[in-house]
């Protein structure tokens, strides 16, 4: 039983089951104490009684004994086809009797029963004045009939109340035990502790609880990733922020200085005040895309005139230092996303691509669309990167050792911006050492379908 649903079914399904079971067991019991006196004892005791006391006598003999098996609908029948009790005899006892003085079996002997007749009955006996009477057993609605005794229908509560009442117990039980321990790892998440896991007690389970154990564990590591990424991120911003700030001041305090050199310091305070203004900008895209995953925006576009738009403006900072960048448009590749956001992620690994690719050499741009992917394939002829340190320039903040001199003019956060919208569209990102020199980004996407 993997599921819970099925658990929780197939219980209340066996409780069921054994309240039935013991209703026919408790009803098999009660008539068997009928069964065990025969017809025929009935019958000897009716004549016995009418012998005794006449009809008066047979009555009351006949209200105790039903009294004493009430599972059992005993009738004693005269000629007339009634019961000295006046009571109405079922229909099948009564067809019995009106067949038996048609026949002109009253007096006689006892008409033979029809196989599918629900009754039993005992030979005839006669009262001095020659009156008829047989005992009549209606077997009609055995075992069920057993359900008339105040003591079976008591003693079938009870046993249904504990059956039902134990069956709930377990399963209850079985159902709120995790859920408790759930709680109280949710409470554990909740007051700080981001290691708490409860997979590992669930272990064993297969169903709904197993699942959400592990669907916890899965949101408990994302919390604790995503806190220890905000906490790295807050520590490299403010490293980030300290250098310019400190030239800054240095700056402020050349500038102060009698005889200095007013406009290079002033030049010096806006390119620093313009780069903390581009930290600050992309550390806000970054944030914000950290919670854009589910409300993605999407929207119909083509990828070639994306990616021409790009292009178009690399090539203007490109030309201005005598670099070159390499494209040729080819047929419409359509794609749903946000051409903002797609826009910002190419236009970073591009522009990055121009900045260290060596002069007069050519940035190589090629849109590749093959089967379920969508490449697009960025090429350069800068230094290229230690092999080691390939995955991690798509971190926040990171930069290779030999760029780390603010005047690359690179802030650390722009490859980080491509992975993440990248991520967002199911996308990859991926930088290669090409052969001879120089470095390739290829960014992956899924067509549509």
Not at 65 to 73: E, I
Not at 183 to 196: I, V, Y
Not at 303 to 310: K, R, W
Not at 402 to 428: C, M, V, W
Request: aromatic content about 6%; hydrophobic content about 45%; proline content about 4%.
């Amino acid at each position: 039983m993997r599921t819970l649903f099925l658990r929780i079914f197939l219980s209340f399904w066996a409780a069921m089951l054994l309240v039935l079971l013991s209703t026919a067991g408790v009803a098999w019991y009660r008539l068997s104490q009928v069964q065990s006196v025969t017809i025929r004892q009935l019958g000897e005791e009716a004549e016995a009684a009418l012998y005794s006391g006449g009809v008066p006598a047979m009555r009351t003999w006949l209200a105790e004994t039903q009294r004493k098996y009430p599972g059992r609908p005993i009738y004693v029948v005269g000629q007339t086809g009634e019961d000295i009790l006046d009571r109405p005899l079922p229909q099948a006892l009564r067809s019995y009797a009106r067949r038996m003085r048609e026949a002109g079996f009253f007096g006689v002997g006892v008409l033979p029963s029809r196989r599918n007749d629900p009754l039993l009955l005992t030979p005839l006996f006669t009262d001095r004045d020659g009156s008829v009477y047989t005992v009549m057993i209606d077997t009609a609605g055995w075992p069920l009939s057993a359900l008339r005794d105040t003591d079976v229908r008591l003693l079938l509560l009870a046993f249904a109340l504990v059956v039902s009442g134990l069956v709930c117990w377990l399963l209850a039980r079985y159902v709120s035990k995790p859920v408790v321990h759930l709680q109280a790892s949710a409470r554990s998440l909740a007051a700080g502790n981001l290691d708490t896991h409860v997979a590992e007690d669930f272990s064993r389970r297969k169903d709904e609880l197993g699942v959400l154990a592990r669907d916890f564990d899965t949101m408990a590591d994302h919390v604790r990733n995503l806190i220890a990424s905000k906490e790295t991120l807050l520590r490299a911003m403010s490293h980030e922020l300290r250098s310019p700030l400190a030239r800054l001041r240095v700056a402020l305090g050349l500038a102060r200085r009698e005889g200095a050199d007013l406009t290079r310091q002033l030049d010096r305070i806006e390119l620093e005040a313009e780069r903390l203004d581009e930290i600050i900008g992309q550390m806000l895209q970054l944030s914000q895309l950290r919670v854009v995953e589910h409300q993605l925006p999407r929207e119909p576009l083509d990828l070639t005139i994306l990616l021409s738009e790009v292009v178009d403006d690399a090539r203007l900072e490109a030309t201005a230092v005598n670099k070159q960048v390499e494209w040729k448009a080819g047929p419409p590749v359509p794609f749903d996303g946000d051409h903002a956001l797609l826009r910002s992620a190419i236009e970073n690994v591009l522009r990055n691509a121009v900045r260290f690719t060596t002069q007069n050499t050519a940035v190589m741009v090629s849109l590749i669309a093959e089967g379920r992917d969508i490449r697009i394939v960025i090429e350069d002829h800068g230094p290229g990167i230690p092999e080691a340190e390939l995955e991690r320039v798509f971190e926040p903040f990171y930069r290779v050792a030999e760029s780390r001199d603010r005047d690359s003019g690179g802030t650390g956060l722009g490859l980080a911006i491509t992975a993440r919208i990248i991520h967002l569209y199911s996308g990859t990102v991926r930088a290669f050492n090409r052969g001879g020199e120089g470095l390739k980004v290829e960014i992956t996407l899924p067509a549509l379908a």
